[in-house]
């Protein structure tokens, strides 16, 4: 079966970075489109961007530029999220999420990692 | 700032229906049969409930339902249990940026 399984929460501190990783399994990893999705607490999903797992090309949401960068290895089928110069607003639970085949739907996601930023 | 326009909430007794509102361009919702829904319980990961305006994923009971009508799509929940209280969002494939997301709307039920 699909699973995505993400890495666990992390605390960080003003101006450091964070690295998530996400671990597909149950499907080849490089057919299927990834996304990463951001809640913040008490809000609702915001669109970070996707990266085609194929080609290692990554697009990002209105916001989500400079500071976060999308990353692979096909090896062992994971996508990374990179996260540098980290402020307390990007507290949040971030999750991967696959995109279907056969449309724009995300059918299956991980079960998210919550990064605090706090000094 | 989404770029779909959702309530922010709505509520229903045990038993009624209730439809949720998602509304965007003919850029996204309108242009595309492409719009999903997931539904969100607190602490969890969001869960495909309806693809493709109207498709039911396998697993997914049939008391939700998916339409659209121009630049709207609603999701409709009939038969209401305490069990679909939860946050909803509605994702549309967009032309600009490939998806669009919803604001979400939590929805009680009374």
């Known amino acids: 079966q699909v699973q995505l399984e993400q890495s666990g929460s992390e605390l960080k501190k003003p101006g450091a970075s964070v690295k998530v990783s996400c671990k597909a399994s149950?499907?080849?990893?490089?057919?299927?489109?990834m996304h990463w999705v951001r809640q913040a607490p008490g809000q609702g999903l915001e669109w970070v961007g996707w990266?085609?797992?194929?080609?290692?090309?990554?697009t990002f949401a209105q916001g989500f530029t400079g500071r976060f960068v999308f990353s692979l290895d096909t090896s062992v089928s994971t996508a990374y999220l990179q996260i540098s110069s980290l402020k307390a607003e990007d507290t949040a639970v971030y999750y991967c999420?696959?995109?279907?085949?056969?449309?724009?739907?995300?059918?299956?996601w991980g079960q998210g990692t919550l990064v605090t930023v706090s000094s | 700032q989404s770029a779909l326009t959702q309530p922010a909430s709505v509520s229903g007794s045990p038993g009624q229906s209730i439809t949720i509102s998602c509304t965007g361009t003919s850029s996204d919702v309108g242009g595309y049969n492409y719009v999903s829904w997931y539904q969100q319980h607190p602490g969890k990961a969001p869960k495909l409930m309806i693809s493709d305006v109207s498709n039911r994923p396998s697993g997914v009971s049939n008391r939700f339902s998916g339409s659209k009508s121009g630049n709207t799509a609603s999701l409709t929940i009939s038969g209401l249990q305490a069990e679909d209280e939860a946050d909803y969002y509605c994702?549309?494939?967009?032309?600009?940026?490939?998806?669009?997301f919803g604001g979400g709307t939590k929805l009680t039920v009374l």
């Open positions: 999420t696959r995109e279907s085949w056969d449309g724009y739907n995300l059918d299956h």
């Open positions: 994702i549309s494939y967009t032309s600009s940026t490939r998806v669009a």
């Open positions: 990266i085609n797992t194929n080609t290692g090309n990554p």
């Open positions: 149950g499907y080849t990893f490089t057919t299927y489109v």
